[in-house]
């Protein structure tokens, strides 16, 4: 089992920026996909971007393009979410997902097992 707890969220001025932290315990995410979502009031959850965590190639959705940055720190078994250039339609609350199988659509929330609990994040204008 693994344990997924985001940490970061906030609220900041359109235009500020954000650093999520997603700490995984229980095992080593090493080898596995994980990735950000997000869910805005009366929406549904969203892909934001995905990192697989071996090859450390980089999925993002068109809305984070250019803005939010993911790594991963295999030391402390975390991966962050730098977010940049914020906008209000980035209000949301934001989860950390993790997958230790590198298949099916990276996109799609089916596709992955573990889940945080999710943070805050309100952009004002």
């Known amino acids: 089992q693994v344990q997924l707890v985001e940490s970061g969220g906030g609220l900041v001025q359109a235009g500020g920026s954000l650093r999520l932290s997603c700490a995984a315990s229980?095992?080593?995410?090493?080898?596995?996909?994980m990735a950000w979502f997000r869910q805005a009031p009366g929406k549904e959850r969203e892909f934001v971007v995905v990192?697989?965590?071996?090859?450390?190639?980089?999925y993002y959705a068109d809305s984070a393009k250019g803005r939010f940055t993911i790594s991963r720190d295999s030391a402390k078994n975390t991966v962050y979410l730098q977010m940049n250039s914020l906008k209000p339609d980035d209000t949301a609350v934001y989860y950390c997902?993790?997958?230790?199988?590198?298949?099916?659509?990276?996109?799609?929330?089916?596709?992955?097992?573990?889940w945080g609990q999710g943070t805050q994040v309100t952009v004002s204008s």
């Open positions: 997902a993790a997958s230790p199988y590198d298949s099916g659509y990276y996109y799609s929330q089916r596709n992955y097992q573990y």
């Open positions: 990192i697989r965590w071996t090859a450390g190639s980089t």
């Open positions: 229980g095992r080593t995410v090493s080898g596995y996909r």
